[in-house]
């Protein structure tokens, strides 16, 4: 079990990556191949933007992405979020 939490942690990492989140912003970790993320899911080139609403937007866009990214990879039973700027409801992500 350790090892196959291992190297879903690696995946998870990766998959974060490939979508230019900063690592430094979010933490990331799974146990029992349930994945946990938390902290703010924003990007390296993210342009700072005066419309403060399409900020918000743009987040939410990504953690739905990032949450089918996610999901996708085998051996993912759940994926838990603890996000700052966005939660989700029911099936739908909001921002806060």
């Not at 879903?8 to 933490?27: C, K, M, P, T, Y």
């Not at 703010?40 to 990214?69: F, G, N, P, Y």
Request: proline residues 2%.
């Amino acid at each position: 079990m350790a090892f196959e939490d291992f190297r879903l942690n690696a995946q998870v990492r990766a998959a974060l990556v490939r979508q230019g989140i900063d690592l430094g912003r979010v933490e990331h970790g799974v146990t029992n191949s349930v994945v946990y993320i938390k902290g703010c899911l924003r990007s390296h080139v993210t342009q700072e933007s005066s419309d403060l609403s399409q900020a918000k937007l743009d987040e939410v866009d990504r953690a739905a992405k990032v949450e089918r990214i996610l999901r996708s990879i085998p051996g993912v039973r759940d994926v838990i979020f603890q996000l700052d700027r966005v939660v989700k409801l029911g099936w739908r992500w909001k921002p806060r």
